[in-house]
C-alpha cells in the first residue's frame, strides 16, 4: 500500500479512530481525584471532621469528598453532593450561597442544591448527613 494515496475511506477511518482514542482518555483523566465520579453521592459513611466548621446560616464545600454541607440553624445540616450535574465536575467555591461549577459556570443554592445558572438544569443530589460525638458524617448510615 505505501506509494498509493489516501483514500477519502481511509483518512475518514484514521480521523474516527482518533476521535475515539481521545475521548478514551479524557473520559480516563475524569476519575481524577477531583474529577467527575461514577456515583456522585457517598457509597459509605464519609467523616467529614467538626460540624461547629460549617457556620450558622453558611456552608462550606469538601470538594476532597465531593459534598457540601449546608447549616440552615443550629444544629440543623443539610448535605449535596458537590458533583455538577451538567458534566461532573467538582464545585469550586461557594459565593454568596451559591456553589460555582469550574468548567461550565452552572450555579448551585446551597441551601436547596438547586441549579441556578445553566447548563445545569438538574438539582445537586442531596445526601443524608448527621452529627456523631461532634463530627458531620454524610452519606448511607
Do not use: W
Not at 450535574?85 to 464545585?91: E, K, P, R, S, Y
Amino acid at each position: 500500500m505505501s506509494g498509493q494515496p489516501a483514500t477519502r475511506r481511509t483518512v475518514l477511518k484514521g480521523a474516527a479512530l482518533a476521535g475515539t482514542a481521545g475521548l478514551g482518555v479524557a473520559a480516563c483523566s475524569t476519575e481524577s481525584k477531583l474529577g467527575h465520579a461514577r456515583t456522585p453521592t457517598p457509597t459509605a459513611p464519609v467523616d467529614l471532621g467538626a460540624a461547629d466548621e460549617v457556620p450558622v446560616g453558611g456552608a462550606r464545600l469538601y470538594r476532597e469528598q465531593r459534598l457540601l454541607v449546608h447549616r440552615p440553624a443550629q444544629g440543623e445540616y443539610r448535605a449535596f453532593s458537590a458533583q455538577c450535574t451538567h458534566a461532573g465536575c467538582v464545585l469550586d467555591k461557594i459565593e454568596e450561597q451559591e456553589g460555582n461549577c469550574p468548567c461550565h459556570g452552572s450555579r448551585f443554592d446551597v441551601t436547596t442544591g438547586k441549579a441556578l445558572k445553566g447548563p445545569a438544569t438538574v438539582p445537586l443530589p442531596e445526601v443524608p448527613v448527621t452529627v456523631r460525638n461532634g463530627k458531620l458524617i454524610a452519606g448511607p448510615q
